[in-house]
């Protein structure tokens, strides 16, 4: 029988999906230090978990989302899912064969298949983020159990050179474009009831690593939240259009001009002034990212202990409005309340309206963030200075 290009086209994309969904996720189990993905716990043999060995933890589906697009980021487009059809995937509806639901194939199971709803259901967490319950992501996957041949067919199909992904670049998902894809905001800050989880549609070079050009050019137009977009050849409009805001549909939300080549100053002026209350940035400014500084962590280790360092501006040090906590499992929690990001400022008698709102807005936030290895939380020191840095040593605890 004769196989047709677009049915091989169409059995390398739902591979792709099915070997990045089954390898880098599995489920939360308690006690585990390291995790097994669904595809390696079926290859063991292992018995079937149940709803007592579950952590009830989470995951948003917009993270799933991001490794997703990340770890295909230098595949070719033909064998991408678009977000549209990504989403049927988790829904457990067919897959389009060409991508835009068109057609499917039966040879490869679906989200709700590996992930069994009765275990990890999915539902709106306070209404505002899709999230699935007990599913943990495996940046570092092992492969012992996959045939050979399957490996070097997704290293092949993928363009990556090993299984290992880096945690954060592949959750913050930064500097992809993938055309009609929307690829999801890099916010995963809880700060009150303010918490964007909007897909972004991003452009600019490819994954992170790669070097920016020295000159920059950039308008925002945004409110807080927005990626920045800097350098290229063609001229992209960005734009934030959340799930969970469609009231208004005649309005973009935060917005970027990615500009083909530096203007002249006279060209720069006429941008500006047309941004009626928007501003402009260049020169050194310009290289930073725009949006909370909320949350940027460092973590250092030695043989016998980890360090970190959190980024908390404008948050209140006061003991009994701030907490830090440490779980055995390396998972360390931050809970207070922000001073930023008010509509207006008063100082010296004068009132203040701010045109942007680009640090953390006022009221209580979490933020929480995983060290590599489990750790004793018995043995852990923290000082929060006045710089706005909370730096904490926390000792290794003892694998089990």
């Known amino acids: 029988m004769m196989v047709s290009e677009a049915d091989l086209e169409n059995d390398d994309r739902c591979f792709l999906l099915y070997f990045i969904m089954g390898t880098y996720f599995g489920p939360d189990i308690k006690g585990e230090t390291t995790k097994k993905s669904i595809l390696q716990r079926v290859a063991e043999g292992l018995p079937p978990y149940t709803l007592d060995q579950l952590t009830h933890s989470c995951i948003k589906i917009v993270e799933l989302e991001r490794v997703y697009y990340y770890i295909l980021r230098n595949t070719e487009k033909s064998l991408i899912l678009k977000l549209t ?5 988790f829904q457990g509806q067919a897959l389009g064969g060409d991508g835009n639901g068109n057609g499917n194939n039966n040879n490869y199971p679906q989200f709700p298949e590996l992930f069994h709803p009765g ?3 999915q539902y709106r967490f306070k209404n505002k983020h899709k999230v699935v319950d007990n599913v943990v992501f495996i940046n570092n996957p092992d492969s012992f159990y996959i045939r050979i041949e399957d490996v070097e067919r997704f290293k092949r199909l993928s363009g990556v050179e090993e299984l290992h992904v880096d945690r954060d670049a592949a959750r913050l998902q930064l500097g992809i474009c993938f055309d009609d894809n929307r690829v999801p905001s890099n916010t995963d800050i809880s700060v009150g009831n303010v918490e964007p989880d909007g897909n972004v549609e991003s452009c600019g070079g490819g994954g992170g690593g790669s070097s920016e050009p020295e000159d920059r050019v950039n308008v925002d137009a945004s409110r807080s939240g927005g990626a920045t977009c800097r350098g290229g050849t063609n001229v992209m409009y960005d734009y ?4 969970d805001d469609e009231s208004d549909h005649d309005k973009v939300g935060p917005a970027m001009l990615f500009l083909p080549s530096r203007p002249s100053k006279k060209e720069w002026s006429d941008i500006v002034a047309a941004t009626m209350n928007g501003f402009g940035l260049t020169g050194t400014v310009a290289t930073g990212g725009i949006g909370p500084t909320m949350g940027l962590v460092d973590i250092g280790e030695c043989e016998d202990a980890y360090l970190f360092r959190l980024s908390l501006p404008g948050v209140k040090r006061n003991e009994r409005e701030f907490s830090c906590e440490v779980g055995t499992d390396g998972k360390v929690l931050i809970s207070g309340v922000t001073t930023t990001g008010e509509n207006t400022v008063s100082r010296y008698s004068q009132v203040f309206e701010m045109q942007t709102r ?3 807005p006022p009221g ?8 590599p290895g489990p750790v ?8 929060f200075g006045i710089d706005g840095i909370l730096e904490g040593v926390v000792m290794k605890g003892k694998c089990t």
């Open 358 to 360: 680009n640090l953390c």
């Open 240 to 243: 934030m259009d959340t799930e």
């Open 364 to 371: 209580q936030f979490s933020v929480s963030f995983q060290l």
């Open 85 to 89: 059809s990504l989403r049927r995937f």
């Open 376 to 383: 004793d939380p018995h043995q852990f020191s923290g000082n």
């Open 119 to 121: 275990f990890h259901p």
